[in-house]
């Protein structure tokens, strides 16, 4: 059974640094790339980074360059999300996804295979 777990989420102010966890079981690591998504209530889902497992791929989003970083620990079957400079617009539920490709990183929601249930962050000013 596949599970993406994520965890971290709270309520920060603005200005605070905050870091997601997402723990995946299940899954042959090495064949899926790894993302962070997030939503905002009435918003589409929004890509910020993806990574492989390997390490040859990673991407971030221009709009999370400098303040968001993605990182992964085979070791401990875990992706990380680390944001810096939090903003009340970064509010928001955030979720970790898998997708089974061979091309690298996709910023396309559809193109993931399966999803976490999410976490909650919520940022005040």
């Known amino acids: 059974q596949v599970q993406l777990v994520e965890s971290g989420g709270r309520s920060v102010q603005a200005g605070d640094s905050l870091t997601l966890s997402c723990v995946v079981s299940g899954l042959t690591l090495p064949d899926y790339i790894m993302a962070w998504f997030r939503q905002a209530p009435g918003e589409e889902r929004e890509f910020i980074a993806g990574i492989s497992w390997t390490g040859n791929y990673k991407y971030h989003a221009p709009s999370a360059e400098g303040r968001f970083a993605i990182s992964r620990v085979p070791a401990e079957s875990a992706i990380y999300l680390q944001m810096n400079s939090l903003k009340p617009e970064d509010t928001a539920i955030y979720y970790c996804?898998?997708?089974?490709?061979?091309?690298?990183?996709?910023?396309?929601?559809?193109?993931?295979?399966?999803w976490g249930w999410g976490t909650q962050v919520t940022v005040s000013s």
């Open positions: 996804a898998a997708d089974r490709a061979t091309r690298g990183v996709s910023d396309r929601a559809k193109d993931y295979d399966y």
